[in-house]
């Protein structure tokens, strides 16, 4: 026996190291490595306050979901995953806690079991929920998202960051909705489910357990399918009202959360979006809500019983002394067949009353739902139709001032072309009489000056003729005069000679 709680320690001891839970500092962007699991590595906008705290969580070597952690309400504000599948429901749970939250200057790095942390954490539960906090209560560690850390799904381990207060009741409802729509809604219609992101998360309301872990008033879960042609979507469940899982926008589900936040990086891709997957999707979502009607119906069903025969057993007059005899029993023995087949009866007639309101509340959802299709439908193409016809209403004054505009461009180019025209007609014999008018006078102009231009061409004639005559005859004095002179010298000479 000695030997085999050994063994089993030694398991539930490894099975813990081979859990981490960093916590991310604040001087880190994001979750660091855990990165991944956030659409486009980028974690929702708008969630983070100074009692927030980011961890990491690892298994087995690997990086498994991210956390953000309030150490306020003690319960996480959300988780996020990528490719993830929910547990088996009857998995062994092993719940462990993350000592840096409470001792930042602890060096166990890894999730402990709660036993181990007494002795080797300072002020263990001073900021997070403890398993110790859920004992003798009506809540249960209930996590956003049943997902199994370790590789062995019969022993599954989960951290009490990733938890929070939940009624049984609800905590299987949440655990079913997410199975039914992991298996029929989304995984399905995001290719093999490897780029499907989801965030689920919780919203605490004012009530607290033993006055220290706060009660989600609602838990959430967003998801993001990120391939061509993909989609975004939200769900909602509150945990008093009982009701059915909600399907909402991703948008309006924002609008619900604390300070608005964006959960997913340019709203998962909007404009990309296909919205006959969401339309299926939606399908498979109304099925997976008519469902858990049908099991809440049913649910309702036993208390009602047990409550009928609290009743009688209530109205029935106290047993006298006398019935411990033999005739009592005998009465009771005979009468017991009666009551139990009444009560058959009984249950047999309220079980085909509520199927049969539930069936005509179906039929009637169904013939409610094609009517709304068909006057959306009708509604649709009315307006559309009306639209088309005023845009063209609307038009037809503008286009007719185009066309008026043109025809009159057209009718001034015209008048131009004949104006061109005329002018150019009438250009021609215009120049001509001008010509032929002014000739004349430019004859007569010129008569005065041709004979004043042949008087001058005349009198340079002569006075040319008269300086040539002059020239002619001083230069033939001159010679002749220049001829005596030297004739004259000589004689003069050879006469001194002779002398």
């Known amino acids: 026996m000695g030997a085999a709680c050994w063994l089993v320690l030694g398991s539930l001891v490894t099975l813990a190291g081979l859990l981490e839970g960093r916590i991310v500092g604040e001087e880190e962007a994001g979750f660091g490595e855990c990165n991944k699991f956030f659409y486009a590595e980028t974690p929702p906008a708008g969630l983070a306050a100074d009692s927030h705290v980011k961890i990491c ?10 956390t953000l952690y309030s150490t306020q309400d003690r319960i996480p504000v959300y988780s996020a995953f990528r490719a993830a599948r929910p547990g088996a429901g009857g998995a062994e749970q092993r719940w462990l806690v993350e000592p840096q939250i409470d001792d930042p200057n602890s060096n166990i790095e890894e999730v402990i079991n709660e036993a181990d942390a007494i002795t ?3 002020n263990l539960g001073s900021k997070q929920a403890l398993n110790t906090d859920y004992l003798d209560s009506d809540y249960q560690r209930g ?11 019969q022993m599954a381990t989960f951290t009490l960051t990733n938890a929070a207060p939940m009624t049984p009741s609800f905590r299987e409802r949440w655990y079913m909705n997410l199975n039914s729509l992991m298996d029929r809604a989304l995984a399905p219609h995001c290719g093999n489910g490897e780029d499907l992101y989801i965030i689920t998360g919780a919203v605490p309301s004012e009530h607290k357990v033993k006055d220290k872990v706060k009660i989600p008033e609602f838990v959430w879960l967003a998801a993001c399918c990120a391939i061509p042609g993909g989609w975004a979507m939200g769900f909602v469940k509150h945990t008093q009202d009982g009701g059915v899982i909600e399907d909402v926008m991703v948008k309006d589900l924002e609008k619900l959360l604390p300070s608005n936040p964006q959960l997913f990086h340019n709203n998962c891709g909007e404009t990309e979006q296909d919205t006959e997957k969401m339309k299926k999707i939606l399908e498979m979502v109304n099925q997976v809500q008519d469902e858990e009607r049908g099991v809440q119906s049913k649910a309702s069903a036993i208390p009602l019983s047990s409550t009928r025969n609290k009743r009688s057993a209530l109205l029935s007059p106290e047993a006298p002394e006398e019935s411990s005899s033999l005739l009592g029993k005998l009465m009771g023995i005979i009468a017991t067949p009666f009551i139990k087949l009444f009560q058959l009866l009984c249950y047999l007639v309220v079980g085909i009353l509520k199927y049969g309101v539930y069936f005509l509340w179906y039929i009637t959802k169904q013939v409610i739902n094609g009517i709304e299709s068909c006057l959306y439908r009708l509604g649709s193409a009315t307006v559309s139709y009306f639209m088309a016809i005023g845009e063209e209403l609307v038009s037809i004054p503008w286009k007719v001032l185009k066309v008026t505009v043109k025809i009159i461009r057209a009718i001034l180019r015209i008048l131009c072309c004949l104006l061109k025209a005329v002018c150019r007609v009438l ?3 215009v120049r001509v009489i001008v010509d032929v008018a002014t000739f004349p006078v430019y004859t007569m102009g010129a008569i005065p000056i041709v004979c004043k231009d042949i008087a001058m061409g005349l009198g340079g004639t002569v006075s040319l003729l008269f300086d040539t005559a002059f020239g002619t005859v001083s230069g033939l004095f001159q010679v002749v005069f220049g001829i005596c002179k030297r004739i004259s010298y000589r004689v003069t000479f050879d006469n001194s000679a002779e002398l």
């Open 57 to 66: 969580q690892r298994s087995e070597g690997a990086e498994r979901f991210a």
């Open 120 to 122: 080797s954490v300072n």
């Open 427 to 429: 250009g021609i014999p």
């Open 143 to 153: 996590q956003l998202y049943p997902f199994p850390l370790s590789s062995d799904f």
